[in-house]
């Protein structure tokens, strides 16, 4: 399985942008690469997912280089309440293709 | 969007007895299902995998006879932790894969927090 590395913690203000890196460097040629959020108490809430290259949808950008070892989520003009943690899994769309979940960054958006 | 339900959403239970969880995909068929487990602070730690009418497969350092999988049907998990003492209080939370969707997308429960008293 493919091992993520993010920043720990970010800390930002309403209405910045917030970019989010994750690295994973031994990432396998099927894997996908899954961005979710998660609040205190609940299940993880699924972000965005992505191949390669950019993928954009109504919440959030995901870039992804050509070598596929790193990506980064970007949350346009942030929130109070987006403050949360988020993780970036990777991870392969077979029967087994589990994924494990890194320590996460957790995001506190500051008024 | 994809729902997965799961029941109950919280539970106190004395040390000794089992306790069964619920996962329950609402209008989707999930052919793969994972149970995980989440520690306060901590990231979610999965427990196991469950493919619907085969056995579930175990992470390493995962009891399979103190955490009872069945994934019977498509639409359907439950978990049942066995003997439960205070070191198994959690929050348990399991998401839900449907295959025949393109990419690895996980729609996750709400989770249940067990107390064991």
Request: aromatic share 10%; hydrophobic share 30%; charged share 15%.
């Amino acid at each position: 399985l493919a091992k993520t590395t993010q920043p720990i913690s970010m800390d930002s203000y309403e209405g910045q942008e917030v970019n989010i890196t994750c690295s994973h460097n031994n990432i396998a040629t099927n894997d996908y690469i899954t961005w979710y959020q998660q609040f205190p108490s609940q299940g993880p809430r699924f972000i965005i997912q992505g191949y390669k290259t950019k993928v954009t949808n109504e919440v959030a950008s995901l870039f992804i280089p050509a070598d596929r070892k790193s990506s980064t989520l970007s949350l346009p003009r942030v929130s109070l309440s987006d403050t949360a943690v988020y993780y970036c899994l990777v991870g392969e769309r077979t029967n087994a293709g589990k994924s494990t979940f890194g320590d996460g960054t957790t995001l506190t958006v500051k008024p | 969007g994809a729902v997965v339900s799961q029941h109950p959403s919280w539970v106190i239970c004395k040390s000794g007895t089992s306790v069964k969880i619920e996962c329950r995909s609402l209008d989707f068929q999930a052919t793969t299902m994972f149970w995980y487990r989440q520690f306060p602070k901590q990231s979610l730690m999965l427990m196991a995998t469950s493919n619907e009418g085969s056995k579930a497969t175990y992470e390493q350092g995962v009891e399979k006879d103190k955490f009872l999988i069945n994934h019977a049907s498509l639409t359907l998990s439950t978990l049942t932790v066995t003997s439960a003492h205070p070191e198994d209080s959690s929050f348990y939370i399991c998401s839900a894969r449907d295959l025949r969707l393109p990419g690895t997308q996980q729609y996750f429960g709400p989770g249940t927090r067990l107390t064991v008293t």
